[in-house]
């Protein structure tokens, strides 16, 4: 424990010392965050690059335990220099980008290549572990791998918008997992944690409200992925296999924040690099908290969590450190305190999603039914689909039906009415449906349906009796009725049909025939 203490000490005096150094490099070199009135609400121009101090005191902290170029126990290449080499290419593109503001996708890019050291070097997944059961991941561990540590950088870098806040997450994740790689018995991985918490609270006296510097890119991506490499690292139990629950654990609000911030994006229509005013913190500050109560608050669950994460490693009891985390993510939702405007969201897309599956499925049967009855409606003669037009619209309550088809020869032209004998008087018309159709060579085939039943002039009953109708207005575009009452195929048969009027006025009752 002296060679843990050496390296806390260490790396808190250098943070103490080289972050006003860094401060002072940042305001020379114009790097500084400005207020904009809307999300960054502090008095004035802010230094930023304080994750240089941290990644410097970090290094320092490690030399003076005496970690550079060590065997660990494991007999893997030393883990302390990978850290050191990625933590400082992310820090150097994160410098790049509080300076030059890169584009999302460059440097979403550049973060992924800055994890390969690490895979290089072998500390990837093979196996992991969750309650009691193991997977072998094969290759595909290197991608989990460095899917993970870019999602840690990312999801740090997102939370990273309150004084303090960062820093404070990344204190708690490195001591629980400095505690728990003790359990483990990975040495290197407890010095490495305690390093990073020394660094982060020697910094922390410069970053807490107000802040006079900011962790900036540089910091916020560091802490992200030394906390993500020692995360998975400190929880590989003695077969080699990660046991997946606790990194998950330490990471929680963390990767809470940056999956739901991903999450409202997407349903509202937002970029995925488009920021916005929902994170927890803002959340917390837009219900009356100060930014020192919403310290208070945040710190608290990552407490929860990260003790959570440490009993599930001392006792191997994940379903108890899942139990906690999702009562966390309870208490944040029923409280209204986070994620309920998201959980609004997915239930609203949810419903959306249905309604498509379902308007898609009643759409296919409906065209279904529709080709049916067009193929059915084409071996048939006139009086045939006549009569099968009249007992459909018998059972919609429908007391006349009227057609007429024009066309430019007038033997192609014919009229056709239908009454319910029952039922002829103007009285019992409560409802008329008209429908207006075009063929080929300016043939038109006008269809009205009129019925009794006050109750079906609802506009869905209609809308329903229309697509009854459409395949018989259809057909009779394309096929006419000779002298001889004899169909007569007319030409270009797939011609689209074209509704008319829809109306309720009532019409009177005559039985024609054409």
């Not at 126990?73 to 990978?82: E, N, R």
């Not at 048939?380 to 088809?405: N, T």
């Not at 056709?416 to 004998?421: A, G, K, L, N, P």
């Not at 409802?431 to 006050?454: E, H, I, N, Q």
């Amino acid at each position: 424990m002296f060679a843990a203490s050496v390296a806390f000490v260490t790396a808190l005096l250098a943070g103490v010392v080289l972050t006003p150094l860094a401060r002072l490099a940042a305001r020379r070199h114009g790097v500084v965050d400005h207020p904009d009135g809307r999300r960054k609400l502090h008095c004035g121009p802010v230094p930023l690059w304080g994750g240089v101090a941290v990644y410097l005191a970090l290094s320092l902290g490690l030399v003076a335990a005496g970690l550079i170029g060590r065997a660990d126990q494991s007999g893997l290449v030393d883990l302390a220099p990978i850290v050191a080499l990625t933590a400082g290419g992310v820090c150097l593109i994160g410098c790049v980008d509080d300076r030059l503001d890169l584009k999302p996708r460059f440097k979403l890019l550049l973060q992924t290549a800055a994890t390969i050291p690490v895979i290089m070097a072998g500390y990837w997944v093979q196996r992991i572990a969750l309650f009691g059961y193991s997977i072998d991941l094969g290759w595909s561990g290197a991608l989990l791998t460095m899917f993970w540590l870019v999602a840690c950088i990312n999801a740090v870098n997102l939370l990273d918008g309150m004084d303090g806040l960062a820093s404070m997450v990344g204190v708690f994740s490195a001591l629980s997992i400095a505690l728990i790689a003790a359990i483990g018995g990975h040495l290197q991985v407890t010095l490495i944690a305690v390093a990073l918490a020394g660094a982060l609270a020697g910094f922390l006296a410069y970053n807490l409200p107000p802040a006079s510097i900011y962790l900036g890119d540089s910091g916020s991506m560091v802490i992200g992925l030394v906390v993500g490499v020692l995360a998975f690292q400190g929880s590989l139990t003695a077969s080699a296999a990660l046991s997946i629950t606790v990194p998950l654990l330490v990471m929680t609000i963390p990767m809470l924040d940056a999956v739901l911030a991903v999450t409202r994006r997407r349903l509202s229509g937002r970029p995925f690099d488009a920021a916005d005013r929902g994170h927890i913190h803002h959340r917390l500050l837009s219900q009356g908290l100060t930014q020192w109560q919403s310290l208070g608050v945040i710190g608290t669950l990552c407490l929860i969590t990260g003790t959570a994460a440490i009993a599930a490693a001392a006792w191997g009891n994940d379903a108890l450190a899942w139990i906690t985390a999702g009562g966390v993510v309870l208490l944040l939702v029923t409280t209204r305190a986070f994620g309920n405007h998201e959980l609004a969201l997915i239930k609203l897309a949810g419903a959306h999603a249905v309604s498509r599956s379902v308007r898609r499925l009643v759409e296919s049967r409906r065209a279904r039914r529709t080709i049916v009855r067009q193929s059915m409606l084409a071996g048939m003669p006139f009086d045939q689909a006549w009569s099968v037009l009249v007992d459909e619209v018998r059972r919609w309550q429908g007391r006349r039906i009227e057609l007429e088809v024009t066309g430019a020869d007038p033997r192609q032209s014919h009229r056709q009415v239908w009454v319910d004998e029952a039922e002829s008087s103007l009285s019992c018309i409560h409802w008329s449906l008209a429908m207006m159709f075009s063929g080929p060579d300016r043939r038109t085939c006008y269809l009205k349906v009129s019925g009794s039943d006050a109750g079906i002039s609802q506009q869905w009953t209609l809308v329903q009796l229309m697509r009854l109708l459409r395949p018989f207005g259809e057909h009779w575009t394309v096929r006419s009725e000779d002298s001889r009452g004899v169909a007569v195929p007319m030409p270009s048969p797939e011609i689209p049909a074209r509704a008319g009027s829809l109306g309720r006025a009532a019409t009177g009752s005559r039985r024609e025939a054409a």
